[in-house]
């Protein structure tokens, strides 16, 4: 009796003291190293301080046998320590891979890599604001921005990090483009580069939020994600499988915001209120910004032929800066890439083959021996020896590389690019001529036209369908970035769009610069839009890629929203069934449209849901646009109308 009143009264002190107990010993260490000697580079995560007390949140990978190595800045609203955590890896080129990083030039050049948070974005301190404005200005009556952040974060790398040599070079794509452009408004002197790629340029003009007045749409999902919260945790959502039923069913741009949260986006709001290319638009506008001032800082612009979203800014600043490059400092690179696609394999886009990968031919011949030449202390020989042309432009129909003086050129001697006439006809024919372009007016009624009915109630689609949303994964079927060399046989085989083509090509044509659209039209509503399009049409076979035969490719094209006709600042209702003359280039291209293929137009007055429908009755502002005010017109296109080509006077060779 007494030992098992021994033993019960024992468990019990021990059932006591285990309950007694609160918790159990962490197995977390309170701080956890990460054995990394073995990794070939050396990470830092520092808040760089700004001149009004906000700090910034960098992300500083530097090889771990640097010595006095130059550093390569990305700013971005994209999230730096995603964009330096690529993979789990103990090598830097691995942990770089992907958007914005080009880890092969990194590695190969041995550059200390620094990515940092702009300003109200992830790790960073402070506001956001989309593109904010330059400071002291009426958009932004503050002291700071991305000028002085940039200014102020170089200032601190130039001090601080003893591995480098005190230089910078700052590179950036599309929204991380942008701001290299801004970083020259005031350079520091420790700027020795900038490499803007696909950079953001004019929001209204041709770049992410309207084209000619058109507004692009399919970027709500963008504004949404980017602005409603720091660490893009919003999500958009899809209703339909078909993103062209998600935007018909909502009715306007404005609405769809508004079903979906947007419109509590204080960038939205603005966007809302400022349709036209006004006061708020205007001041933006980084090509006109930038053309007030020399050229101090060499600078590699990088544009591609089918970029799906920033398809004006690089040729709109090189045109802006080249006439105060005193001293040669303004480089542009033109190839045959989507938005980005000169960080990846370039030796194809969608069916379309290049011949080589034009991609890594970019990085490894131009990007690093620019780079190198003006960030080394001491340039290699073969650096050195290196020649990088002024404008490097990617010849697409021939597939190759042409070095060239300035642009636009399509040689660098014995030809001239000069406007030819590509003129609409009877039949839907084209004819294409040396004439010199004359100023459109009311047509003879000899010249005749076409027409078309446009109903907003079935707007033309500027894809196949079932349309996926805007994304990037192609597993999930997500083409976006590809879609400019989409076949355009489903448009044109359309009652409401218009085609016109030429014979078969007996020699090549080429073209170097911006095709130009003068349309002579009527509707009989009071707003319309025209979306022109400039096609290489291929042979009906194609022994090497049969998939290609008939093939409609789009070589350039854009749209127009009808009310800015007289002015891109102020909207103004259309004359009903009035001929009226219509200007507006198209972005630019270098093309060879080959002996074999024919030369295609296509036109059209909608092109959704990339952009938001034209009711065709003249409203205040088309956000705002009720069902009632989308009514069928009838467009009509005279046979005056004519594509003004770039057209280069010199055989293939």
């Known amino acids: 009796m007494k030992k098992t009143a021994l033993t019960l009264a024992l468990i019990a002190g021990v059932f006591v003291s285990v309950h007694a107990q609160t918790s159990l010993p962490s197995e977390t260490p309170d701080e956890f190293k990460a054995p990394v000697d073995s ?6 995560t520092v808040m760089i301080p700004m001149r009004d007390g906000v700090k910034l949140n960098t992300v500083i990978v530097i090889p771990r046998k640097a010595r006095n190595a ?69 958009l932004n009556p503050t002291a700071v921005d991305h000028s002085t952040d940039a200014w102020d974060t170089i200032e601190w790398l130039s001090k601080n ?12 794509g599309s929204y991380d483009g942008f701001l290299p452009l801004i970083a020259l408004v005031n350079p520091h002197p420790a700027l020795k580069v900038a490499v803007p790629m696909n950079p953001m340029v004019d929001g209204w003009r041709g770049d992410d939020w309207f084209h000619h007045g ?4 399919v970027n709500l999902s963008y504004i949404l994600e980017q602005v409603v919260t720091r660490r893009n945790e919003a999500r958009w959502f899809t209703s339909h499988y078909d993103d062209y039923d998600t ?39 980084v090509d006109k910004i930038l053309a007030k001032q020399p050229v101090t800082v060499p600078t590699l612009l990088v544009h591609s032929l089918w970029d ?18 005193k001293d040669n400092k303004v480089f542009l690179v033109m190839g045959p890439w989507n938005h980005g696609g000169q960080d990846g394999d370039g030796s194809k886009l969608g069916p379309i083959k290049f011949g080589s990968d034009t991609g890594l031919y970019f990085r490894e011949q131009i990007l690093l021996p620019f780079l190198d030449r003006y960030l080394k202390d001491e340039p290699s020989p073969e650096t050195l020896a290196a020649k990088i042309a002024p404008v490097t432009a990617f010849e697409t129909g021939t597939n ?41 007016a009311k047509p003879a009624q000899k010249e005749g036209y076409d027409e078309y009915v446009s109903d907003p109630t079935r707007p033309v689609p500027y894809r196949q369908r079932p349309i996926s949303p805007v994304g990037y994964d192609e597993a999930k079927g997500q083409t976006w970035p590809r879609w400019l060399v989409d076949d355009q046989r489903e448009a044109s085989g359309r009652t409401d769009v218009l085609t016109y083509t030429t014979g078969v090509l007996t020699a090549p044509v080429k073209i170097s610069g911006e095709p130009v659209a003068h349309l002579l039209a ?65 972005p630019t291209a270098n093309h060879v449209f080959l002996p074999g293929h024919r030369i295609m137009v296509q036109i059209q007055s909608s092109w959704f849901p990339l952009y938001d429908r034209n009711p065709q009755t003249f409203v205040p502002n088309i956000f705002y646009a009720q069902p009632a005010d989308y009514k069928k017109a009838t467009q009509r296109i005279y046979h005056d109308s004519y594509i003004e080509l770039p057209l280069v006077g010199a055989s293939v060779r």
């Open 161 to 172: 990090v003893p591995e480098s040599n005190g230089k910078v070079g700052i590179i950036g």
């Open 39 to 44: 990794f070939d580079y050396v990470k830092r």
């Open 70 to 138: 130059p550093m390569l800045l990305t700013r971005t609203p994209y999230n730096a320590v995603d964009m330096t955590a690529h993979a789990e890896s103990s090598q830097m080129e691995s942990i770089l891979q992907g958007y914005d990083n080009q880890p092969d030039v990194i590695a190969q050049g041995g550059y200390i890599r620094v990515v940092q948070d702009v300003r109200g974005k992830y790790g960073s301190e402070g506001d956001y604001v989309m593109n904010r404005p330059m400071a002291g200005t009426a």
């Open 522 to 586: 009527s509707t009989s509503g009071t707003d319309s839009d025209w979306v022109v399009k400039l096609i290489d049409v291929y042979p009906d076979q194609v022994g090497a890629q049969p998939e290609l035969g008939g093939y409609q490719l789009m070589v350039s094209a854009d749209i127009f929203r009808g009310r800015y006709r007289e002015g891109p600042d102020k909207a103004k209702a259309i004359a009903a069934n009035t001929a009226l003359p219509y200007r507006f280039a198209l």
């Open 400 to 440: 190759k590389w042409r070095a060239l003086d300035v642009w636009p050129s399509g040689c660098v001697s014995g030809c001239i690019t000069a406007p030819a006439t590509l003129k609409l006809a009877p039949n839907a024919k084209l004819s294409l001529s040396n004439a010199a372009p004359v100023a459109l």
């Open 308 to 325: 799906a979203e920033d398809i004006y800014g690089a040729i709109a600043v090189y045109k802006a800066i080249k006439p105060n490059d």
């Open 214 to 217: 058109a507004f692009r749409q």
């Open 247 to 285: 935007f018909m069913r909502a009715g306007s741009a404005g609405e769809l915001a508004r079903q979906r949260g947007v419109d509590q986006a204080g960038f939205w709001r603005k966007v809302v209120a400022h349709p036209a290319y006004d006061e708020f638009w205007q001041p933006q506008a």
